[in-house]
């Protein structure tokens, strides 16, 4: 299943709402499957179970687990049907039950993660960075820690964007570039995860973004404190289009990558060389720290995949997109802030 995340606007304002890319259209899960329980229920009480099974949240949604998935699968079926018969059915009190995607505002599939941890699983774009813009030495550049325990970082949840939204280029910088990497979200919470158990707390995968500035990135990196402002900035953690469920994608581990700027492809190849699983990560973040439903995890970019290894630099104006294969394509337009 792909589950978006998105905005619309009514006659009381804006607001967000969950739902399912299927059968042509999106459909507002919550207001689906109110119109199915209220074929057998009276309305308020189909209301009631509705927004308890499928919270209009993506958390809340990830948090009924089985239960809000098999009512999300009924609510697929149900509109699924109508529209064989109606091109744009409505609920029992004129409840859109489908949208166009031009007509919402796409979100991040979960909006405001509680925390996103991005990794650095595929150590050969690590070892560039050394080399290329730290200048580090070649016997230095990848330490032996690196090779023993999953890199990671922790990025501020103010920068997360979704697809489609301009991603606005600080103005105290002159050099902006891209890190497309596959994420993904926890779906049941968990502390002290067994690598083999790792995979039953994910609920599902998207395309990532993480957006970096590399002319202010080495002065920080040399403090060795981590990236701060060269890395946080709003729209510098873009996630989307969607959230495809882990049971529709059974390897996630030489998948194609595909950049593309403007339509001109910048790289095509495949996240491969890993030197650490998800599993892996999942299992280490976890010790004696409890991961909460919608936690992100980011793989980190495959080699030679970004700006500053290929020697090619994105300005204004121009359309990042990236599709990862059986994910599907983030495209974002930069823009100075």
């Known amino acids: 299943m792909r589950l978006v995340s998105y905005e619309i606007q009514t006659l009381l304002g804006r607001f967000e709402r969950i739902g399912a890319l299927a059968h042509g259209t999106i459909i507002d899960l919550t207001s689906a499957h109110l119109a199915l329980l209220a074929e057998s229920l009276d309305v308020n009480a189909a209301r009631r179970q509705a927004e308890a099974e499928i919270p209009p949240d993506m958390i809340g949604f990830l948090e009924g687990g089985k239960g809000s998935r098999q009512a999300a699968d009924n609510a697929v079926a149900y509109v699924g049907e109508r529209l064989k018969a109606e ?63 999953p890199v990671y970082w ?7 964007a979704g697809h489609q939204e301009p991603i606005r280029w600080p103005k105290y910088s002159e050099k902006l570039d891209y890190e497309f990497e596959l994420g993904l979200y926890i779906g049941k919470r968990g502390k002290n995860i067994p690598v083999e158990r790792a995979w039953e707390h994910i609920a599902g995968y998207t395309v990532f973004n993480d957006v970096g500035l590399r002319d202010t990135q080495p002065a920080e990196i040399s403090l060795r404190l981590g990236p701060t402002k060269c890395k ?14 882990a049971d529709e994608v059974p390897s996630v581990e030489n998948l194609r990558l595909v950049n593309r700027v403007n339509g001109e492809v910048w790289f095509d190849g495949r996240l491969s060389g890993w030197a650490f699983t998800f599993s892996e990560l999942i299992a280490y973040v976890s010790r004696d720290e409890t991961l909460e439903v919608g936690d ?40 100075r802030a």
């Open 87 to 149: 091109q744009r059915p409505l609920g029992p009190h004129g409840q859109r039950l489908t949208y166009d995607e031009a007509e919402v505002r796409w979100l991040a599939p979960v909006p405001r993660p509680p925390m996103i941890r991005d990794g650095v699983l595929l150590l050969d774009h690590y070892r560039n960075g050394m080399e290329r813009l730290f200048k580090i030495a070649e016997k230095d550049r990848v330490p032996q820690a690196a090779l023993t325990m």
């Open 154 to 160: 922790k990025p501020s949840r103010a920068g997360v």
């Open 232 to 245: 946080d900035f709003e729209t510098s953690k873009v996630m989307g289009p969607w959230l495809v469920t």
């Open 296 to 335: 992100f995890f980011g793989s980190g970019p495959p080699a030679n995949s970004v700006g500053f290894e290929i020697d090619r630099w994105v300005k204004p104006g121009d359309v990042m997109e990236c599709e990862i294969e059986g994910i599907g394509t983030l495209s974002n337009r930069i823009v």
